[in-house]
């Protein structure tokens, strides 16, 4: 490792990344001499990028938006997770010049809930999933790693959602984006990986009413932290997990790995962040 490890988030667009803060909040927290920085990178400087930022000091990065799929092409090593979720948002840049591919987003997604939610066990019964685009993916991969029973998926465009499950096999069942709610009593997790209720997108209209307050709720959307979704969860009397827990997480083994100190997800670390 050089004196001075670099890393840094890219993506296009990148200046609302909360990475920089999240990364540069850790290397002041364990004094570790390193620096985060954020790349925009266009499509076609790609490949470029990845080839040139090892010999400047760079031992990794996260990658963000368009480039999670395309990512996997230009790596030596890629994860069993990153393969099956079909895309990556972590890399190392090993000593020996290899590329190595990983996708924390499941790993986030189930360490957020278990300490938003000890209590929960996914081996209780279904996981319900509004959406089905790749953070859907990333999360059916972790849940059915994590040993739940059944996935329910349900999708504004079903095709995608069936798509999912001819990817994913027998342990998900697909409900029309119309009848949502009446798998909801069915859920012993829901998740909303859409981006409805997000800042500037549409409201989240689907009514929770039919949720047992034993089910544990977490949305993926964390801008605004509490979300219409949430609120209509803890109205019922859920357990609401909020989504930045799930973006502090999927930090932490890039960190780990190139920093050589694995961070605390902690509520100093979401200050740090929100501030
Ligand atoms: P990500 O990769 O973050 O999951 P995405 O692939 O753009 O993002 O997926 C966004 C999800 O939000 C999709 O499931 C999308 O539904 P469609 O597959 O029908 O497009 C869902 N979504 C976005 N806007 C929506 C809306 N107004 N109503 C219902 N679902 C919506």
Redesign the pocket.
């Known amino acids: 490792m050089t004196d001075t490890p670099r890393a840094c988030v890219i993506g296009n667009p990148i200046s609302h990344s909360l990475s920089p803060k999240l990364h540069g909040y850790w290397l002041d927290r364990y004094d570790i001499k390193g620096s985060y920085t954020a790349l925009q990178v266009a499509d076609q400087d790609l490949e470029k990028t990845l080839r040139e930022l090892p010999a400047q000091g760079f031992v990794g990065m996260n990658v963000t938006l368009p480039h999670k799929m395309a990512v996997l092409e230009f790596a030596d090593q890629i994860t069993d997770r990153a393969t099956l979720i079909g895309a990556a948002n972590t890399l190392t840049f090993k000593e020996d010049g290899r590329i190595l591919a990983d996708n924390t987003d499941g790993y986030g997604f189930i360490a957020n809930l278990r300490q938003g939610a000890p209590d929960w066990d996914p081996k209780a019964g279904p996981a319900m999933i509004f959406?089905?685009?790749?953070?859907?993916r990333a999360i059916i991969v972790a849940l059915a790693d994590a040993g739940v029973p059944e996935i329910i998926i349900s999708?504004?465009?079903r095709a995608?959602a069936e798509a999912l499950r001819a990817d994913f096999g027998a342990r998900i069942r697909v409900v029309d984006w119309v009848q949502a709610g009446t798998a909801l009593a069915d859920a012993n997790l829901l998740v909303n990986?859409?981006?409805?209720g997000m800042k500037g997108?549409?409201d989240f209209k689907v009514s929770l009413d039919a949720l047992r307050p034993e089910t544990v709720v977490t949305d993926i959307v964390y801008n605004p932290l509490r979300t219409p979704f949430l609120d209509a969860a803890e109205a019922v009397g859920c357990t609401a997990v909020d989504g930045l827990g799930m973006l502090l997480h999927q930090g932490v083994p890039g960190f780990e790995r190139w920093f050589g100190q694995r961070p605390e997800v902690d509520e100093a670390t979401r200050r740090a962040v929100l501030a």
Do not use: P
């Not at 959406?131 to 859907?136: E, F, H, K, S, V």
């Not at 990986?193 to 409805?196: E, V």
């Open positions: 959406g089905a685009g790749g953070a859907a999708n504004r465009t995608k990986t859409t981006s409805l997108a549409a």
